[in-house]
């Protein structure tokens, strides 16, 4: 379509000019030429920011999809995806440069091209691209049922969506981010600008000046849920320093969230600054319980069973440190209501002991404790449950206690006389 309409206004451009006797330029003019399309990134920080969520180095290992469409007059959402569908993005290490394949061009159809001298093609329509992004990229199949399970259809018009749906395993646990415009303003061919706001989608793009990219701005569209643990030996604050030969290891930690979505589908044409837009309509009420054992457990604090302390890994230190494993966190659905998250730890103080028959012992502890999150769980923050395991020496002390005034007899043995 964009060469046919290009080469039907040069057509009549030639008819017209044989009318006036004029001379037809036969190329086109530098800002009439096919224009590829080129992406950038930027990951919005959480409100509070850390290792295993999404940033702009994560982003780069994991790639991002994009969903366009093209549409004469801008869109409407009445079409399906007809200019790209889960468009792989990916980073080329090597060419320090974000690349996908194919690569698409800008559409030429234009109103105006910005020329002054009555060069270049011009079309009875403006043609748009508008641009919705998500990372980090994936193809879920019809399996899937937690995590990202779907991606709206390429079959199905109107704005694209991402299914999201709440896991205990930490593997599918992940940091959904949806891409909009960074708020950067372009020149375009027509002579005017494509402005769009910061946090809003890129709708109604025409075809930029040259060297221009698609500069998407990634927000995270869930509420990330984290663990971590200090100790407190022998004070009222967190910290102090247990004596050698004594750890303490945790063997499962279990939360229950209550009154959280198990589900929702996330519409990329947000239109909200910077907020999700979550439909959660297909969803339920559903008391979230979180069981973290096992690998699921940050190896410097995972329990190793019966052993001496030899056997057991760092444990719970005086400084705080991760309870989750490596990199791993809960993602849950934005929820902006006060919730009460009930907080169930099992650990072990193990203390070597040469007096003992098997040389240490080890004492299982099991406690819970009832937290209050007043705002719930806005998406793009990060949250943190502390625990602060408390640990007091059994101190032992000696008296000995005064003898008591008793009876005092007398005998003789043998017995003297005179």
């Given amino acids: 379509m964009k060469k046919t309409v290009i080469l039907a206004a040069a057509a009549a451009m030639v008819l017209a000019g044989c009318a006036k006797v004029d001379t037809v330029p036969t190329s ?33 290992a994991t790639g991002f999809g994009v969903i366009a469409f093209e549409q004469a007059g801008g869109y409407d959402k009445s079409i399906k995806p007809n200019f790209m569908y889960n468009q792989e993005v990916t980073y080329n290490t090597t060419a320090t440069k974000w690349e996908y394949h194919p690569i698409k061009y800008w559409p030429n159809q234009l109103t105006d091209n910005g020329a002054t001298d009555g060069s270049g093609a011009l079309s009875a329509d403006a043609h748009m691209v508008s641009f919705f992004a998500y990372a980090p990229y994936c193809e879920p199949g019809a399996s899937e049922t937690e995590g990202i399970t779907a991606i709206s259809p390429a079959s199905t018009a109107g704005d694209p969506t991402i299914t999201y749906a709440v896991s205990d395993d930490l593997n599918k646990n992940v940091d959904l981010v949806w891409g909009t415009s960074n708020g950067a303003t372009w020149n375009n061919v027509a002579g005017g600008t494509n402005t769009c706001a910061e946090g809003l989608p890129y709708i109604d793009l025409q075809k930029p000046a040259l060297n221009t990219k698609v500069n998407f701005k990634f927000y995270h ?44 589908v996330l519409n990329l044409n947000n239109t909200e ?32 069973g019966a052993g001496k302390v030899a056997a057991q890994p760092a444990g719970v230190i005086a400084t705080e440190g991760p309870v989750l494993a490596t990199n791993k966190y809960f993602t849950l659905l934005p929820r902006e209501v006060s919730t009460d998250v009930t907080v169930k730890v099992t650990y072990y103080v193990t203390t070597d002991d040469d007096h003992l028959d098997d040389g240490y012992s080890r004492v299982e502890n099991i406690i819970s404790r009832t937290i209050n999150f007043p705002n719930g769980f806005k998406a793009g923050t990060k949250n943190n449950i502390k625990m602060i395991l408390g640990l007091s020496e059994v101190a032992l002390s000696g008296e000995v206690v005064d003898w008591e005034t008793g009876t005092n007899l007398e005998n003789y043995w043998p017995k003297n006389v005179e």
Avoid: C, R
């Fill in 221 to 264: 569209a869930l509420a990330q849920l984290n663990l971590t643990a200090q100790m407190s030996y022998n004070i009222v604050g967190a910290g102090g320093t247990a004596q050698d030969g004594v750890k303490i290891t945790i063997a499962q930690v279990e939360l229950l969230v209550p009154g959280m979505y198990d589900k929702g």
């Fill in 28 to 60: 086109t003019p530098a800002n009439q030429k096919d224009l590829a399309m080129d992406f950038d990134v930027y990951v919005a920080q959480t409100k509070a920011g850390s290792a295993g969520e999404m940033n702009d180095t994560k982003l780069k």
């Fill in 273 to 304: 600054a910077k907020k999700p837009l979550w439909d959660f309509t297909s969803a339920s009420d559903t008391d979230l319980d979180l069981i973290v054992n096992d690998d699921k457990l940050h190896a410097n604090v995972k329990d190793a």
